[in-house]
Structure formats: structure tokens, C-alpha cells
């Protein structure tokens, strides 16, 4: 595939992830797909044969593919400070978007997790890779409970997300984050 081909598929993933991220998977048409992304209409085929589906689950992946690069580029010895630092960008997000967008997974799992198996492995796939980031970070921290703790900050993270967009305020995760700092 050539540089345009490249661009254009990229465009398209973009504009998948935000539209779904705001409005969700069935709150997001393929029209509004094109019409944000500026690309040709025959491209989304060509690009993605399997569809919305196909476009969906690989903007999930990618976007569960940026989160757990933003944990694993901090250095082990200090999940307190790697979960604050997830927080932080996820509360950054958020305001930055007029609470429109948080997790960039969760909308997605809650809309079509339990009736498409497709986007279900790609969301599971996406957060099992943010849970095995946090368990080598606890793990290099000395902690033996890594895994239950791994998967109860994944939750409280996720948990705060929602909360902070519901009130539309960071003071979730900030809350979150202390509970944190206090359980490690």
C-alpha cells in the first residue's frame, strides 16, 4: 500500500476511534465515518472489507495498543506514580474533550461487547494488555498479590473514568489516584 493508501486508512481509523468513543458504536454511521475522516467513500471497502466491524475492531486495537505504550513507558518501581500518570492523561482527555471522551475501549465494550464477538476480543485484548503493563509494574514493585491488585486498578481506573464523565469532573480520579497511592 502506498503513502496515500496509508493516509487514507489511518484517516479513517481516527475519525472510527473519536466518533465511536463519543457516540459510541451505534450512535456512529458510516457516513459520519467518511464525512469526519475526508476520505473517498470506496475507500472504507477497500480498506476494510469486513466493514464497520472490521474498522471498529481495529480502532479499539489501536487505541489499546496507545494506552498500554503510555504504561509501559513508565519505569517500574512506582505503579502509585504509573497509575496516577494514567489518570492524569485519561482526566486530560476528558476535560480537553468536554467529558466527551475518556477511555478510548470503554464506550465500545459497554455498546457491542456482549453481542459481537469480534470487537468483544478486540476490547478483552485491549484491556488484558493495560492489566499484564500494570502486573509487571506491581511484580517489579515486590508485590505478590500483582495480579489481583493489577486487575482491581484496572477496575478502579475504569470505575473513575465513568464516574468523572457521569459529573463531568476530574474529582473521580482524583479520588481513584489516592486510593491507589493508599493501597500501594
Not at 117 to 137: G, V
Not at 139 to 151: C, F, I, K, P, T
Not at 152 to 176: D, F, K, Y
Request: include cysteine; hydrophobic fraction near 45%.
Amino acid at each position: 500500500m502506498g503513502a496515500k493508501g496509508t493516509e487514507t486508512r489511518c484517516q479513517l481509523i481516527s475519525a472510527t476511534r473519536g466518533l465511536v468513543e463519543k457516540h459510541g458504536y451505534f450512535g456512529t454511521g458510516l457516513n459520519q465515518i467518511i464525512e469526519t475522516s475526508g476520505a473517498p467513500r470506496g475507500s472504507l471497502y477497500f480498506h476494510f472489507p469486513g466493514g464497520k466491524d472490521q474498522l471498529v475492531a481495529e480502532a479499539v486495537a489501536q487505541a489499546g495498543n496507545e494506552i498500554a505504550a503510555l504504561i509501559d513507558a513508565i519505569e517500574p518501581g512506582d505503579t502509585a506514580a504509573a497509575a496516577t500518570s494514567l489518570l492524569t492523561a485519561f482526566g486530560d482527555r476528558l476535560e480537553a474533550s468536554q467529558w466527551q471522551q475518556g477511555c478510548p475501549v470503554a464506550t465500545v465494550t459497554l455498546d457491542v461487547s456482549a453481542a459481537n464477538d469480534t470487537i468483544q476480543a478486540e476490547c478483552a485484548a485491549a484491556y488484558a494488555r493495560w492489566e499484564e503493563a500494570l502486573r509487571i509494574r506491581l511484580q517489579a514493585d515486590g508485590r505478590s498479590d500483582a495480579a489481583d491488585l493489577a486487575a482491581a486498578i484496572l477496575a478502579m481506573i475504569e470505575g473513575g473514568l465513568l464516574l468523572a464523565r457521569a459529573q463531568r469532573s476530574r474529582a473521580p480520579l482524583e479520588r481513584v489516584a489516592r486510593t491507589i497511592r493508599t493501597m500501594l
